[in-house]
């Protein structure tokens, strides 16, 4: 086998991968999965697709070996298949918004402008913990926590905020996370907790940008 022919093979493989990746559904769904394992009923549920069409894209992203399952009774549950595709998604997001205007503007129209939350960062939210000034508050389903948590957050999942509300201290600020940059959920709550009197903030970095900020 010459170089050019090593070569074409190489790319070839790697295209695999590009190919796989080209359907934003797909990258929705490695995004899912990267805050812990699911139940495809979980996926179609979470991208509001159904279970045939969540099925087809788990197949493709299964035969690229992004993602591995197992089943447990009844179910089949997916995972991503390595950490570092994980990495992978969080250096595509950060590629993305340096690259493409659009999904800057997209940003700041949804997540900053129209919502009009404060925010903090990772390196603000640190100090503050430390010192007990900010109780940090995980939004996301129970078992996304369970899997991986910023340590010291408490779990309230969004469903379940507006009736436990009243089990949050008055005497500090409330940080609000979920999944990430892209991800609603820490906006909603902070919603919430605001309409209750409580002082609330949003955090846009999720588990997954934590675990790379303390590396």
Known sequence: MN????????????????????????????DILSQGPKSVDALAKSTDMSVANVSQ?????????????????????????????????ITLHALSEKQLIQVQQVKEEFLNAQLGLEGITLSELIPRM????????????????????IPGAISIPIEELEDAHSSLPVNCDVVAYCRGPYCLMSAEAVKILKSKGINAFRMEQGVKEWLQFVK
């Open 57 to 89: 894209h788990l197949k493709i992203l299964f035969n690229s070996r992004l993602v591995k399952f197992k089943k447990e009774g009844n179910f089949v549950i997916y995972e991503l298949a390595d950490e570092v595709i994980s990495d992978f998604l």
């Open 130 to 149: 430390e010192k007990g000034e900010v109780l940090l508050l995980d939004v996301r389903p129970k078992e996304e926590f369970e899997e991986a948590h």
């Open 3 to 30: 170089e050019r022919n090593l070569k074409d093979l190489l790319y070839q493989e790697f295209a695999r991968i590009g190919k796989s990746l080209s359907s934003p559904k797909r990258l929705e769904i490695l």
